[in-house]
């Protein structure tokens, strides 16, 4: 079993940054893949970002590529998420998550997210 716990979200302007993080409990974080999600009241769950347990493989989505970096440190047992150049429709709850089985299709773990809100 694997807990997730997202911090470092907040409220920033247009063209600023934050870097939120995700901390896994449980000794097995290490070889899971993990990935950020956002979600908005009017959109649908959305990819932002996966890297692989090792922190080699990462993958971005188009909206976010050139912007987001995503990386891990396996020995804090923890997740970040660093996001610059930050647009207004980036406003979202930002979540981490472990990949099922099958991929992303089905979310094996996932935090309770933190509110990133970016001011015009």
């Known amino acids: 079993q694997v807990q997730l716990v997202e911090s470092g979200g907040g409220l920033v302007q247009a063209g600023g940054s934050l870097r939120v993080s995700c901390v896994a409990s449980g000794r097995t974080f290490s070889s899971y893949a993990m990935g950020w999600f956002r979600q908005t009241p009017e959109k649908e769950r959305e990819f932002v970002a996966d890297?692989?347990?090792?922190?080699?493989?990462?993958h971005y989505a188009d909206s976010v590529k050139g912007r987001f970096t995503i990386s891990r440190d396996n020995a804090k047992n923890t997740g970040y998420l660093q996001m610059n150049s930050l647009k207004p429709e980036d406003t979202a709850v930002y979540y981490c998550?472990?990949?099922?089985?099958?991929?992303?299709?089905?979310?094996?773990?996932r935090g309770q997210g933190t509110q990133v809100t970016v001011s015009s």
């Open positions: 890297i692989s347990w090792s922190g080699a493989t990462t």
């Open positions: 998550a472990v990949p099922g089985p099958t991929g992303w299709n089905v979310l094996r773990y």
